[in-house]
């Protein structure tokens, strides 16, 4: 059964802080997403990745960083977490290059930032 | 102006009730279309994917795309309580995943 795994449901952080989301994937998965989805705003992809070791930009990646040292990890990374960057962050991966694979997302991580 | 326009609702119908959830699109370069569904406290999961125009049926569900009007929209026959969550449309220009979300329709379906 296909499986993305997020390490929190939910968050509670203080401005300031360095925040690690993690995401695994348990489905061999070429790539992977972090998205945020905000009300009225819908779904935005923040970074995505191909491979190993390789990250790109998506829409909104400013104060966002990413790492991708195994294949079935994605970790998301909020420097110095600010206000507005409390969301619900979703991750997702896809087999591989072609649109036909579909997206198969996690469970999301709902933070809150104080 | 946004790429993609959805209706947030919400919407709600009768069990039984043929729903219609849609999008309005700007870019014309969009070729791959779908639908997601995503419950209460869950991701969302892909109910739907079509390519360039035309329609597609699965079960309850169509989908349509009308690339001349830039419309596309997601009909559920014989509505469930269970259909109750939010639909997510979704589009893109490229192969490669890269996919631009309406913000989503919460539908409610009453027993």
């Known amino acids: 059964d296909v499986k993305v795994t997020q390490s929190s449901r939910y968050l509670v952080k203080r401005t300031g802080e360095k925040v690690f989301l993690e995401c695994v994937q348990d489905m061999d998965h070429e790539n992977m997403f972090w998205y945020r989805q905000d009300p009225g705003l819908g779904l935005r992809l923040i970074y995505f990745?191909?491979?190993?070791?390789?990250?790109e930009k998506g829409d909104i990646p400013e104060g966002y960083s990413v790492s991708r040292e195994k294949k079935e990890r994605f970790s998301l990374i909020l420097e110095s977490a600010s206000t507005n960057q409390t969301s619900m962050y979703l991750c997702?991966?896809?087999?591989?290059?072609?649109?036909?694979?579909?997206?198969?997302f996690g469970p999301g991580t709902r933070l809150l930032v104080l | 102006q946004k790429e993609v326009e959805q209706d947030p609702g919400p919407l709600s119908v009768p069990e039984g009730a043929i729903v219609s959830l849609n999008c309005t699109y700007s870019n014309s370069a969009f070729q791959y279309f779908m639908w997601y569904r995503q419950y209460s406290r869950k991701g969302p999961e892909l109910l739907m994917y079509t390519y360039s125009s035309g329609n597609k049926e699965d079960g309850r569900f169509t989908a349509q795309v009308d690339k001349s009007s830039k419309y596309i929209s997601l009909f559920i026959r014989d509505s469930q309580p269970s259909d109750s969550a939010t639909y997510l449309c979704?589009?893109?220009?490229?192969?490669?995943?890269?996919?631009?979300f309406g913000t989503g329709t919460r539908l409610l379906v009453s027993p």
């Open positions: 990745s191909y491979d190993v070791k390789m990250k």
């Open positions: 997702a991966s896809s087999p591989g290059h072609t649109l036909q694979e579909t997206q198969y």
């Open positions: 979704a589009m893109s220009s490229t192969g490669f995943q890269k996919l631009v």
